[in-house]
């Protein structure tokens, strides 16, 4: 059993880690930390948790944060990086939701995130916490830096064709389109119902700060630079990402069976047949990234659709998964419940 702490319980990816650590079987929820709330029962603010979940919240500093086994930031960008080092060297394993310490390039993460970063030095030994990627480093690991949700879905769309050499790198298309609970649990304009529903809209064409991350992973399976084009869209869906991702082929090969290959052994990876369209509301609520290859009238381009739910293995599920393969669990414990349909 491990003692589990997480600072910033009261956005979307807050609720949600406490969600699936609630009937984890290896975990003992600790602390949940809140200025704003501290003394609030947390099933007050969260009544899905009545009966589940039984602490209050509790402001960071008294929380006994260094005593945990586990602590996770789901917290705002820039919030981590103030108190990792203290937890680390206290020997804590620190899981960050958010993108503190997920691009290497300090200069770049300070021209995305437009603030000085405050303990560059942890972020050589963060471990990008991409488990289909990165298991055996994330089982060392003292801190984890988890992926965002748009940066999962594409990668693993194409990870095998990168990793295969099968697709010119040079040109790659991450056409994105996400819910709005993806901007977090926040007044504004822009997420609210009569903005939000009933209307479908890019944003962020010109650059979007998902895109680095996304390219350091991709360039990281390739070995060498790629070309990236990302355009996200926001959709009138409370959870879910779809990947519609485009590259040129450069040579004849059997993407499905490429695909089937590299995620076999991939308990969060679902390849569908040959054909298939992966819905988003096929993953809600769970941890999987459903995944379907095309070949369009056996051209030049491979189409690859991605699904995850942005909240579970967009976030605090593949955070919880990190965990386990951190601390020696079941790779699934506490992440085998099913989508919700409808």
Request: aromatic share 8%; with cysteine; charged share 20%.
């Amino acid at each position: 059993m491990i003692k589990v702490g997480i600072v910033g319980g009261t956005g979307y990816t807050g609720v949600e880690l406490l969600r699936l650590l609630a009937r984890h079987p290896g975990v003992e929820l600790a602390a949940i930390t809140s200025r704003k709330e501290a003394g609030m029962p947390v099933a007050e603010m969260f009544p899905n948790l009545r009966g589940e979940v039984a602490l209050h919240f509790v402001e960071p500093e008294k929380a006994g944060l260094e005593r945990c086994d586990v602590v996770f930031f789901a917290t705002p960008n820039g919030v981590a990086m103030q108190q990792a080092r203290a937890l680390v060297d206290a020997g804590v394993t620190v899981i960050d939701l958010a993108a503190d310490f997920r691009i290497k390039d300090i200069a770049v993460w300070q021209q995305w995130y437009k603030m000085e970063h405050a303990c560059p030095d942890l972020v050589a030994e963060a471990v990008y916490g991409l488990p289909e990627v990165n298991r055996d480093a994330i089982r060392a690991a003292r801190l984890i830096a988890n992926p965002g949700c748009y940066p999962t879905a594409v990668q693993l769309g194409f990870l095998p064709l990168i990793e295969a050499g099968v697709v010119d790198t040079g040109f790659l298309v991450a056409d994105a389109k996400s819910g709005v609970s993806g901007a977090g649990r926040k007044a504004e304009i822009a997420t609210l119902f009569a903005e939000a529903a009933d209307n479908f809209k890019a944003y962020a064409v010109s650059g979007h700060r998902h895109w680095p991350e996304i390219k350091q992973g991709l360039e990281g399976f390739a070995g060498k630079p790629v070309g990236l084009t990302f355009v996200p869209h926001l959709t009138p869906l409370i959870r879910g990402i779809h990947a519609t991702l485009y590259a040129r082929v450069t040579g004849d090969t059997d993407f499905q069976a490429l695909f089937e290959a590299r995620f076999r052994d991939e308990v969060f990876v679902d390849v569908l047949p040959a054909g298939a369209h992966p819905e988003t509301r096929s993953v809600r609520g769970s941890n999987l990234c459903r995944i379907a290859v095309h070949r369009p009238q056996g051209g030049d381009t491979v189409v690859v659709l991605s699904v995850i739910d942005n909240l579970v293995k967009g976030a605090a599920g593949q955070a919880v998964q990190n965990m386990n393969i951190r601390f020696g669990f079941a790779e699934d414990a506490g992440l085998t419940g099913i989508g919700l349909l409808p």
